[in-house]
């Protein structure tokens, strides 16, 4: 092997390949039976992340950064002057187990820009997984992005070897996509994501009736939206992130603040970062829609089409339904107990447990480690009340905000005094 080449090949396909932040590997099983190497179940994967929430866990490459696309947000586009690289399939494999065997990752996030055509790579990608799983005994967790286009058969094939698939839809809108990336149709994400879940349910209810039957994507799959390249608001990204959850049963959809490689009148200018605090905002609602039993056109509608920046996204619905607060902890229900700002899930939980013994007071509360620096304006309980009720929104907000100490708040104002 020539390493310096080798080491060369890394630098350029590991720097392209960290745009995609969709690298989560949460949800997968699988159980190392047969000796072999790595155990994609309790080795805490994917639950490192650098300090600006990606993950790192994983060995995170391209196949190749040869592509015969020409996407205008993408470093990897055809008509960018770049240096270009591709790892052989042996050389991805002897890279992956090399250095799980140093312990330096737990397992493989794999994509690649588009040679030849979707299939030819496609096929690629797979033969690595397929390298590891039967040759190497390899069970760390897999991550294979699905190439937009590949046949059903592949994405089936796919399926087999890794832990969890993902097509990133790249632009949230239609309109986006076609102005930014002219080769690629909308459908061409659709149809792998549909093949991928037509064989998890397949391969689920043979599992039922046969024990036998092989994993399939265990850890399902997963897209990424890269925000803030078209101009859209965070009620299209969000209703499209919405589609892709019901429709597609995604276990994750990841937003990626876009960051300009390109000099062109489509995309914002060079110099012009996402903040990180819509990135932040976005996961906050993605989280209250999976979690805490709220619609999506409750957060996001056509009176309110951009979230908050400077209150997070539960907060900023309370304030628009005061009309639905103060709500009693002693008896209001799970589904109300969950929408009142300060209190999460676990909290939740703990309070719906506490009350069964005895009647709840600001004590007890904080015992439970309620913050009640968001709360009270919301709730009551067996207490004096903490706060006078006639403040109006923007009062309450304004008086949550001078308390803070969320990090949340904290990196807002970092950012914006770099604008000061
Ligand atoms: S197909 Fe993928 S790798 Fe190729 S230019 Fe488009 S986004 Fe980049």
């Not at 994400?189 to 039957?213: D, G, H, N, R, W």
């Amino acid at each position: 092997m020539n390493y310096e080449r080798i080491k060369e090949k890394l630098e350029i396909l590991a720097d392209a390949a960290k745009y995609d932040v969709s690298c989560s590997s949460s949800g997968s099983t699988r159980k190392n039976k047969n000796k072999g190497l790595g155990d994609s179940s309790g080795m805490g994967i994917c639950h490192s992340y650098t300090e600006d929430g990606r993950c790192v866990s994983l060995l995170k490459i391209l196949l190749t950064n040869v592509c015969i696309f020409d996407c205008a947000y993408c470093v990897t586009r055809k008509s960018n002057d770049i240096k270009r690289a591709a790892f052989t399939v042996q050389e991805v494999v002897d890279l992956t187990i090399n250095f799980y065997r140093r312990n330096y990752i737990e397992g493989l996030f794999l994509s690649s820009g588009i040679f030849k055509s979707p299939d030819a790579t496609m096929e690629r990608l797979i033969r690595v997984a397929k390298k590891l799983r039967e040759e190497e005994n390899f069970n760390g967790y897999i991550h294979l992005k699905s190439i937009p286009g590949a046949s059903d058969e592949l994405m089936q094939e796919a399926g087999r070897y890794a832990d969890r698939l993902s097509v990133n839809i790249e632009i949230p809108t239609k309109e986006g996509l076609k102005l930014l990336a002219p080769d690629k149709d909308h459908k061409d994400f659709i149809k792998p994501m549909k093949a991928v879940q037509q064989s998890i349910k397949q391969y689920q209810s043979e599992k039922k009736l046969i024990k036998s039957t092989p994993v399939y994507a265990p850890a399902g799959q997963s897209t990424q939206m890269i925000v803030g390249a078209t101009g859209e608001t965070d009620k299209d990204v969000m209703y499209s992130a919405h589609y892709f959850y019901n429709k597609f049963q995604m276990k994750r959809v990841y937003y990626s603040g876009y960051i300009p490689v390109a000099d062109d009148s489509r995309l914002p200018a060079l110099g012009t970062e996402v903040p990180m605090m819509r990135e932040n905002r976005l996961y906050q609602t993605d989280w209250l829609l999976r979690f805490y039993g709220f619609d999506v056109r409750e957060i996001l509608n056509d009176q309110h089409q951009n979230l908050d920046m400077d209150i997070d996204p539960k907060l900023s619905w309370a304030l628009r339904h005061l009309d639905q607060f103060p709500v009693d902890v002693n008896r209001a229900d799970k589904r109300m107990l969950a929408r009142v700002p300060g209190i999460g899930m676990k909290s939740v939980h703990k309070i719906i447990q506490a009350r069964r013994y005895r009647k709840l007071n600001w004590e007890h509360l904080r015992a439970i480690g309620i913050s009640l620096n968001r709360s009270r304006y919301f709730i009551t309980c067996d207490s004096r009340i903490f706060e006078s009720r006639d403040l109006t929104g923007a009062q309450i907000k304004q008086q949550i905000m001078i308390n803070s100490t969320s990090k949340y708040h904290n990196n807002f104002s970092n950012q914006l005094s770099l604008f000061a």
